[in-house]
């Protein structure tokens, strides 16, 4: 009887240090497309298994359906989609489940470790940021061409033609949180970043 006992529990032990576990991940990349106002976006599969990985399925919102492990880049119109949400189901070979959503706002999760950052060329100063009142955008290099200036939905909110290699910004009528700029030199250069307005 005891020799069955122990069988037993070696057999469950063995059961769950086996267990089969799956976790569905992905980051992504997101810029705003302001000639054609839609937001772009890349995405890349982290999901993970000790087993191996049958099947994947892309799904979002207003139809988007990705095809293959990390899949095509796609544009979305954000006045139409918003939020625009993604979604990651796997299935492992033995059954195992998982699925991970994420709302894909502008900039990028891939690389990093605190969430959204953005690109800001090193020939480009934005000052003081966060900012209350003005911003001054500085370049030492190329003469501004325009500015945008849009919410975390890809939304345009300010849209300005500005000149010279130094530009300062203001708009009372802008509400408090997270805003992103994209500004353009005369080369067609485009720079963007995040800001803060308090």
């Not at 006992?5 to 086996?18: D, E, G, R, V, W």
């Not at 976006?41 to 399925?57: A, G």
């Not at 799904?59 to 006045?79: D, I, K, L, R």
Request: aromatic content about 14%.
């Amino acid at each position: 009887m005891k020799v069955v006992k122990l069988f037993f529990a070696f057999l469950f032990c063995n059961t769950i240090s086996a267990q089969v576990t799956c976790t569905a991940s992905f980051c992504f990349t997101a810029y705003l497309d302001s000639v054609n106002n839609k937001v772009c976006v890349t995405l890349q599969n982290l999901s993970v298994s000790n087993d191996s990985i049958s099947s994947f399925t892309w799904v979002g919102s207003c139809g988007y359906s990705g095809v293959g492990w990390n899949p095509a880049p796609f544009c979305y119109t954000s006045s139409l989609c918003n939020p625009f949400i993604v979604t990651i189901q796997i299935q492992t070979l033995t059954g195992c489940n998982s699925s991970f959503s994420d709302t894909i706002l502008i900039g990028q999760t891939c690389g990093t470790t605190t969430g959204i950052e953005k690109f800001i060329s090193f020939d480009l100063k934005v000052f003081p940021n966060p900012f209350n009142s003005t911003l001054t955008f500085q370049s030492e290099l190329e003469e501004f061409k325009e500015l945008i200036i849009y919410d975390f939905t890809g939304k345009i909110i300010d849209r300005k033609k500005i000149s010279g290699k130094s530009f300062v910004y203001e708009n009372p009528l802008l509400e408090k949180g997270i805003l992103f700029f994209e500004i353009s030199d005369k080369q067609n250069t485009i720079k963007r970043g995040k800001l803060i307005f308090e």
